[in-house]
């Protein structure tokens, strides 16, 4: 039996990542799960899918704990508690254009998937590049290498309408997907620390949380931010509408506290001034 784990945001598809594969490997003879973790329920906010699939019956009714393969949708990197999961010698599949400049007790393939949903008009109400489907191209060519016609079964079954552009994306996902090879300089990557396995553990009696809203630095769910220009009036009606409350007044004058701000490009919808505001991708 082999687990992946899909990794993203809300918004991304993700959960329809994880259908689409599964429904892949079905059709391709295998017995499959496919499961979603919300957290947040809410757009931008993490969110991971589990696929399970194997020659014989699953047994198994949990979540994934330590995956084989983990794949990423969000063009942000994965989390050190994402990274930690994958098994060591698994495989981590990323939304990525250029290399990844590090190693990890795993192999690293990529897949500049945001650009081929953007180069196929693929994309979210926001106006966002929806790379879930070029990422599956991805998997399956590194996965079950004779499995494309399978996806693209899959994703017209699935999709109807928008099969077309689709599955050209998935396409060009499974042409354009390279593993990495490890150079030297690359980084070493940052694992979150085993902390479930380290010494005896035993359940709270009451399960209440040590930390407020506050400590949720919802800035790190995005790449991209918003950027305020000189056409900016001060009217503040996207600080109204901002959910993190990452947007205030002081004095007239408009301050965005990355460190909350999500991403989530509310305040560019909103904005009444055209070109006030525009949502911009910060550096991975």
């Known amino acids: 039996m082999k687990e992946l784990v899909l990794v993203g945001r809300g918004g991304e598809g993700v959960v329809l990542a994880s259908q689409l594969l599964a429904d892949t490997?079905?059709?391709?003879?295998?017995?499959?799960?496919?499961?979603?973790?919300?957290?947040?329920?809410?757009?931008?906010?993490?969110?991971?899918?589990?696929?399970?699939?194997?020659?014989?019956p699953i047994h198994r009714r949990y979540k994934v704990r330590d995956c084989d393969v983990l794949a990423v949708v969000s063009p942000s990197p994965p989390s050190p508690q994402a990274l930690r999961t994958v098994k060591p010698g698994g495989l981590v599949i990323l939304n990525r254009e250029g290399r990844f400049p590090h190693t990890g007790p795993f192999d690293i393939a990529r897949?500049?998937?945001?650009?081929?949903?953007?180069?196929?008009?693929?994309?979210?109400?926001?106006?966002?590049?929806?790379?879930?489907?070029?990422?599956?191209?991805?998997?399956?060519?590194?996965?079950?290498?004779?499995?494309?016609?399978?996806?693209?079964?899959a994703i017209s079954f699935r999709m109807r309408a928008t099969a077309e552009m689709n599955v050209a994306a998935a396409r060009e996902g499974y042409a354009r997907c390279t593993r990495q090879r490890a150079r030297t300089g690359d980084a070493p990557l940052e694992l979150a620390p085993d902390t479930a396995r380290v010494g005896a553990w035993s359940p709270p009696l009451f399960p209440v949380s040590t930390i407020d809203s506050l400590?949720?630095?919802?800035?790190?769910?995005?790449?991209?931010?918003?950027?305020?220009?000189?056409?900016?009036?001060g009217c503040a009606l996207c600080a109204l509408f901002c959910p993190e409350g990452?947007?205030?007044?002081?004095?007239?004058?408009?301050?965005?506290?990355?460190?909350?701000?999500?991403?989530?490009?509310?305040?560019?919808?909103?904005?009444?001034?055209?070109?006030?505001?525009?949502?911009?991708?910060?550096?991975a």
């Open 215 to 233: 400590g949720v630095h919802t800035g790190s769910w995005s790449l991209e931010r918003p950027v305020l220009t000189d056409r900016c009036t």
């Open 25 to 56: 490997f079905a059709r391709a003879g295998f017995w499959v799960q496919s499961f979603p973790e919300f957290k947040a329920e809410r757009r931008g906010a993490p969110i991971s899918a589990f696929v399970r699939w194997a020659d014989t």
């Open 111 to 153: 897949a500049p998937a945001s650009r081929i949903a953007r180069e196929h008009d693929i994309l979210s109400a926001e106006g966002r590049p929806m790379g879930n489907v070029a990422l599956l191209g991805a998997c399956v060519r590194l996965l079950l290498p004779d499995g494309l016609d399978v996806l693209e079964e």
């Open 246 to 283: 990452a947007i205030t007044r002081d004095d007239g004058s408009i301050a965005i506290d990355d460190l909350y701000c999500k991403g989530c490009g509310i305040c560019e919808v909103v904005c009444p001034v055209r070109n006030a505001i525009r949502m911009e991708v910060v550096a």
